[in-house]
């Protein structure tokens, strides 16, 4: 179990909570998250595409110490922090859309909560098949359950509880049709309000 003392190294808003409810929702979702790392090995080296200050890579990277750990966001105040969190996990300011020049490093792409921001998700899927990896994990909101959790939180009430920056929405179903144009689905599982995805791109 994470301890709680890991989310106090971080400055995003929604691990500096301190909700009993909501850190029990965020170690729960890493704890499963955690279970698809484990079933995807072996692995040797990840890249996280829109890693953030690193929560995920930071706590996966202190329990695997011989993976290597690489991270790519488009926020340099966010690498600074991991820089700074996770000296070992080798940072990168780039785009999800600009991946193709890394083909072949990495066993395994972990992409969390970066899909429902994108303006073109299917580029977003092409870019990661473009590297080549033998694993993905994908994660993003469990639609409408994610919106109804804002509006019983009395977040984005005007807005019927979409967050502003969520351009895109799935359920379960809809979610497996995306990937399944691209990738073999090996676990597709939820942790609310979050669905989880364990894939393997398609032979070509």
């Known amino acids: ?25 965020i170690k729960r979702f890493v704890e499963r998250f955690h279970g698809l790392f484990l079933r995807a090995a072996p692995v040797e080296s990840v890249l996280e595409v829109g890693m953030g200050e ?11 110490p011989a993976v290597r750990f690489e991270g790519l966001d488009t926020d340099e105040v966010s690498l600074q922090r991991a820089n700074r969190l996770f000296p070992r996990i080798r940072t990168h300011h780039g785009t999800i859309y600009d991946l193709r020049s890394r083909a072949g490093e990495f066993d395994l792409v972990m992409c969390c909560e970066v899909l429902e921001h ?18 993905v994990i994908f994660t993003v909101p469990h639609e409408p359950f994610f919106m109804l ?11 019927l509880g979409n967050d502003v920056d969520h351009h895109n929405h799935w359920g379960k179903r809809s979610f497996e ?17 979050f669905l989880l995805a364990l894939v393997a791109p398609r032979a070509s």
Do not use: H
């Open 149 to 159: 959790s804002n509006l019983m939180r009395g977040r984005n009430v005007t807005r």
């Open 118 to 135: 994108l303006a073109d998700p299917d580029r977003a899927l092409e870019e990661i098949v473009s590297l080549g990896p033998k694993r």
């Open 177 to 193: 049709q995306l990937l399944s144009r691209r990738f073999e689905i090996e676990e597709l599982t939820t942790s609310y309000p």
């Open 54 to 64: 690193g929560f995920l890579s930071g706590y996966l990277s202190e329990r695997f």
């Open 1 to 25: 179990m994470i301890p709680d003392a890991y989310f106090d190294r971080f400055e995003t808003p929604k691990y500096k909570e301190r909700s009993p409810l909501k850190r029990g929702l």
